[in-house]
């Protein structure tokens, strides 16, 4: 893990993400850099509810839980590459939130804005950007098991409040 000093805030740091699908298994990658360092991060779950969104239950898990984190380590603003745009416009409300996980999304993420300013910036999937790709790689090993993931009880804990 990164090791911050956690008695004062940061800038901006970047988290590049991505989200995989495979037999009824979300995997999730995330890769969080800061003031020249970065960390690796992956995990894995596996619901009926987050299979019938495939992947994308992976993307919007990634975001959400890097937005945790950088909640945690206290960085004042986080950049968030992505390359599904939908992670940007349920957000800002150019997209509807129809379904129960991406007005989840929409509410995690704007209860954690009030904390860390959140931008997205999206790239080009498979497109030659080192850390989405790494990202994406991440989250494919996570759907093997490979995991990896600081606060991630903490992250679950606070999922599953908001979801009631």
């Known amino acids: 893990m990164i090791e911050f000093d956690m008695s004062q805030n940061f800038g901006t740091a970047n ?48 975001v959400m839980y890097a937005v945790f984190y950088a909640y945690k380590v206290k960085v004042k603003r986080l950049r968030v590459f992505h390359d599904y745009s939908g992670l940007a416009h349920w957000v800002s409300g150019e997209w509807k939130t129809k379904t129960n996980l991406t007005r989840l999304y929409k509410s995690f993420v704007e209860h954690f804005s009030n904390n860390v300013e959140i931008e997205f910036v999206k790239v080009d999937a498979h497109k030659g950007d080192v850390l989405n790709n790494l990202a994406d790689k991440l989250a494919k090993e996570a759907l093997e098991g490979n995991v990896f993931a600081p606060y991630f009880e903490e992250f679950a804990e606070f999922v599953n409040k908001l979801r009631k």
């Open 15 to 62: 988290a590049y993400t991505d989200g995989s699908f495979r037999d009824g298994i979300v995997g999730i990658g995330v890769v969080f850099e800061f003031d020249g360092k970065s960390e690796e991060m992956a995990f894995r779950i596996e619901s009926q509810e987050l299979a019938v969104h495939r992947n994308v239950s992976g993307e919007i898990y990634a």
